[in-house]
């Protein structure tokens, strides 16, 4: 009989709150997902421009 050592299976999908990318998988007892925010440029440029509009659209309604 093959004595195989087994495969690990990684069940903790981590995804990027806003681009909703796969960051990494770790491992875990169940399936999970875990948000956080990626490191991917167009990422990054997208949160600086909509917090921008949005503080913008804030201040014109407070004006």
Do not use: Q, W
């Amino acid at each position: 009989m093959h004595n195989a050592s087994p495969i690990p299976i990684e069940l903790g999908t981590i995804i990027c709150k806003h681009c909703m990318s796969v960051i990494g998988t770790i491992d875990s007892e169940k399936v999970t997902l875990y948000y956080s925010e990626c490191p991917d440029r167009d990422c990054i440029n997208s949160r600086i421009n909509f917090d921008k509009k949005e503080y913008d659209a804030n201040l014109r309604l407070e004006g």
